[in-house]
């Protein structure tokens, strides 16, 4: 039996991902984070083939002893925002000699990863960051479709999150991080500046209708230049589904671009409250698209559109699965490679959405 341990279990992301963990004979769940109650809560009540304990982790304050206490063979980090953070989670982890997973979005920190590979590699421990949505999903959805282009040239995609889903202050710290503020991505082959939550535009959504995106900063734009080459085009979109949430945040990065504020992230408490009066506008249904487009093995153009839809609030789980199938793999030993990597080309497109199927999530191809 392989001991994991939930940095942040009792979390808006640890639940889920502690849910799906609880139920394998194989494993037994350390749930942790900063308020053991809270911790001990959740393990009493997840449905679970070994009862979960429940464990005290500060990451600011004797990891490192923490992680002597508990004796894990995998941890999962969930405590984010990741950017702005260092990898001492993940370096105390390889001192240790466990398994280390992120649910990072932070650009930097999940590119940056691979300064602890050679570290990793000496300890025979596999550190990974970005289990998550992106980069794990998207590149496998790029993975996947790749053979059907002679030339893959673009990328057009983005996520629109539902309302009524439970939303942590962490993720809501780590959109403001970036609101108003410039970063690079690909555009007509070469790397443009654009400012997040900006780049205002309104798409379709096939199950959904229609709802507002802004420019949205993710490892891809730092990470897939170099993992497709042949790419002249990366955009990424994220967006609210009520639409006065959206614009307003809209407004709010513009003063955040012309000076007049510097630190929206130290706001995300109060604006997360503040969202939370809107939710009977709201649904609990949330979507994803990505658009392939190039140049076909016939010479002529080609576009590949995939959209997903997840409703009764499972959402979530989307971004969560990395993290849930990693540390599964892992446990199996079915993962022989060691070092720090992000998570790109350890899940396909078949096991994310075979793991995807009994929940309310559906997709398709055009």
Known sequence: MKRILIIGGYGNFGRFIARMLAREETIQLILAGRDVKKAEFLAGALEAAHKPEAAFVD???SLTEALARIKPDIVIHTSGPFQGQDYDVAEA?????CHYIDLADGRGFVEGITALDEQAKAKGVMVISGASSVPC???ALVDHYRAEFKTLESLDYGITTAQKTNRGLATTAAILSYTGKP????????MET????????ARKYPALGWRLLGNCDVPDLALFSKRYPELKNVRFYAGLEIPFIHLTLWGISWLV???????LEKAAPLLLKISYLFDWLGTANSGFHMKLSGTGHDGQPKVISFELTARSGDGPYIPCM?????AKKLAAGDVKRTGASPCMGFITLG?????????????TLR
């Open 59 to 61: 990451i600011n304050n």
């Open 183 to 190: 970063f690079p991505t690909l555009v007509d082959g070469k």
């Open 93 to 97: 982890c390889i001192a240790q000699g």
């Open 257 to 263: 671009r012309i000076g007049l504020i510097r630190h």
């Open 351 to 363: 096991e994310y959405l075979r793991a995807l199927e009994g929940l309310d999530i559906d997709w």
């Open 194 to 201: 654009v400012y997040g939550w900006q780049g205002l535009r």
């Open 137 to 139: 999903l998207t590149s």
């Open 322 to 326: 990395p993290a849930i199938l990693m």
